[in-house]
């Protein structure tokens, strides 16, 4: 059984602060690793992926990623109260096959 | 144009009515699927179509068939559904490549109530 294990949290910063979130995943043959987010009652948007060890960066936001370790992180810099949402980790695996497995997510509260 | 749409945005249906989902992408994406959520969960696959071919049934129930006309379009279509049904489905797409996809493009989803 592939997993991919999220704290559902809330993680609550304050604004400005650097949101940290993480994810790790079972499969240590695992290739593509992608951040979703998702606001409350709408649908899931493809923030970041990342398929090599070491950070990505776009903009605000930082991928990390560490095979060896089994986890992938999100930093979030300066954090804006519109970034609350829910942040969906989600891996595909070895295999051959492309569908990714998610995990539950991560809430993220970021107040003024 | 980079968007999936989805028809209708809400749809309350009783448990033996028959109605269908609709979906659409123009991103030249072979990959098309559908997902059910239910709240505070994440995305529960059912259906994969690969080049328009059905790829994946994720031992999906019946009452729910899939299909894909063509490489633009994906229909979910229901029929006898449960209240337990109740859940935002989305479709998605993404390109695929040999290392997997670059990820999905989901649509903005039908949020489906059974009574």
């Known amino acids: 059984q592939k997993e991919v294990e999220q704290n559902s949290g809330p993680l609550s910063v304050p604004e400005g602060a650097i949101a940290s979130l993480n994810c790790t995943y079972s499969?240590?043959?695992?290739?593509?690793f992608f951040w979703y987010r998702q606001y409350s009652g709408k649908s899931p948007e493809l923030i970041m992926f990342?398929?090599?060890?070491g950070d990505k960066e776009d903009g605000r936001f930082t991928a990390q990623l560490n095979k060896a370790s089994q986890y992938v992180s999100l930093l979030i810099r300066d954090s804006q109260p519109s970034d609350s949402a829910t942040y969906l980790c989600?891996?595909?695996?070895?295999?051959?096959?492309?569908?990714?497995?998610f995990g539950r997510g991560t809430s993220l509260i970021v107040h003024p | 144009d980079t968007e999936v749409t989805q028809t209708p945005k809400h749809l309350v249906m009783g448990m033996t009515n028959k109605k269908s989902l609709k979906c659409e992408q123009h991103?030249?994406?072979?990959?098309m699927y559908w997902y059910k959520q239910k709240a505070k969960k994440p995305p529960e696959l059912m259906f994969v179509?690969?080049?328009?071919?059905?790829?994946i049934n994720e031992s999906v129930p019946s009452r729910f068939s899939p299909e894909c006309p063509n490489s633009s379009l994906l229909n979910l279509h229901l029929h006898a559904l449960q209240p337990e049904d109740s859940a935002l489905y989305l479709c998605?797409?993404?390109?695929?490549?040999?290392?997997?996809?670059?990820?999905?493009?989901f649509g903005s989803g039908t949020r489906l109530t059974v009574v």
């Open positions: 990342i398929y090599s060890n």
């Open positions: 998605a797409s993404s390109q695929v490549a040999d290392r997997g996809t670059y990820g999905y493009t």
């Open positions: 499969d240590r043959g695992s290739q593509s």
């Open positions: 991103m030249g994406h072979r990959a």
């Open positions: 179509y690969s080049y328009e071919k059905l790829s």
């Open positions: 989600a891996v595909t695996s070895s295999g051959g096959s492309y569908i990714p497995t």
